[in-house]
């Protein structure tokens, strides 16, 4: 992206946030608001006030309230750093942890807080929030959250499931045998796996041991794994929405293995709720879809997949535990041979097991033509979020 790409905030808020506020876009914004205290956004020499008015959202420049509160949070972002949220080419996590929101008043955490609303009314994402609806799918019929599919059941009746929920399991996939011979795979890179050899990532358990967590590009040392990406079974399954979805075994870390040892892990070994564009890219990113080949099966004990079903194309907060009994909330123990199936915008997480640990989850996904266009080989979205911080775009990378 070029300076020239950049959006002139003042421009932005005087010309389009008016017509967005009196649109689809400020009633789904004005889902978002419960709670939140005013907040400043800052650009430069302008700022703009977002505050809650009778039920709507209202945007105004700064000072016009005659409140001496009236700034609530203070967030000042540099013209790239705009630019990249209003786009969501960054989240503010995103922003936050390059160091590119300076807050001024309040914390960094009213800017998390008013996101949702944020990316409702720059991008149209609906707020999903715990309600205690039932969810139904797109023929208004309520949808089981335990229900388990094969591969016996019919396109249309998995599409509408998938629709749904943007995360499914289907039993049996793979056969015992098909299992034990990519678990041999799986063995054999671990062994060869280093610390720092970039084709691995490592935690450290509470000895300050390294432990092996995951296997990237897995899929380019093993032929029996590169194949994956092309077998029918999952084909099927990452095309029941979209049809424009391909593999990546070159990017994106290729088709990966999670490998979830038991203990108190420091690094990235268990994952608290996320989507898989939590840090930005959204556009680029989705609606990829990830399928997990259960190699051993996964429960609890060793921290199998959650989810809030129905959340993909939204925004939904990260729940706390009270909020899972009014959320569709799905927990999915598999056994060996299923595979999950999720959407990257779907929340979930990847939970620290309770018991003995040692998930081992083989993951082959599949994306949209957007990503294929914006993040060349060897390289992931998160390389290209990182490339857009200050210091980053200072030194003429990143643009
Ligand atoms: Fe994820």
């Given amino acids: 992206m070029h300076a020239a790409d950049l959006i002139d905030a003042e421009t932005y808020h005087r010309d389009i946030v008016p017509g967005l506020l009196a649109g689809e876009r400020g009633l789904l914004a004005a889902t978002g608001l419960a709670g939140l205290r005013p907040l400043t956004l800052v650009v430069d020499d302008a700022a703009w006030t977002y505050r809650a008015q009778d039920g709507r959202l209202r945007v105004e420049p700064r000072g016009t309230a005659p409140d001496a509160d009236a700034d609530g949070s203070v967030c000042s972002l540099s013209p790239h750093a705009w630019t990249d949220f209003v786009t969501q080419l960054r ?224 925004t939904c907060p990260p729940p706390d535990k009270g909020d899972l009994g009014d959320l569709p909330y799905m927990l999915v123990p598999t056994d060996p041979g299923d595979v999950t199936v999720h959407i990257a915008d779907v929340l979930h997480a990847s939970p620290a097991p309770t018991g003995a640990g040692g998930r081992r989850t083989m993951y082959v996904t599949y994306h949209p033509p957007a990503l294929f266009e914006h993040v060349g080989p060897g390289l992931a979205v998160n390389d290209l979020i990182r490339s857009r911080s200050a210091e980053q775009l200072e030194a003429g990378l990143g643009r």
């Fill in 91 to 314: 989240t503010a996590a995103a922003l936050a942890i390059a160091g590119d929101v300076r807050v001024e008043g309040g914390s960094v955490l009213d800017l998390f807080a008013w996101e949702p609303a944020l990316r409702a009314l720059y991008q149209g994402v609906p707020v999903f929030l715990p309600t205690g609806a039932a969810l139904t799918d797109r023929h208004g019929r309520a949808v089981d959250l335990e229900r388990a599919w094969t591969l016996d059941d019919t396109d249309a009746d998995l599409a509408d499931f998938f629709d749904a929920t943007g995360v499914m399991r289907v039993r049996g996939v793979f056969s015992a045998d098909e299992v034990a011979a990519l678990d041999a795979e799986v063995d054999r890179l671990a062994a060869e796996a280093r610390v720092g050899d970039d084709r691995s990532w490592w935690a450290q358990d509470e000895s300050g041991a390294d432990v092996l967590c995951r296997l990237v590009y897995a899929s380019e040392r093993s032929r029996m794994i590169g194949d994956l990406a092309r077998d029918p079974r999952l084909l099927r399954l990452s095309s029941l929405l979209h049809d424009d979805l391909a593999p990546s075994t070159d990017r994106m870390e290729g088709i990966g293995v999670l490998l979830k040892p038991s203990g108190r892990l420091k690094g990235l070994a268990n994952i608290p709720w996320h989507t898989d564009c939590g840090l930005g890219g959204h556009h680029i990113t989705c609606p990829s879809v990830a399928i997990g080949i259960q190699l051993t099966g996964s429960s609890p004990e060793t921290g199998c997949l959650e989810a809030v079903a129905g959340t993909h194309g939204r």
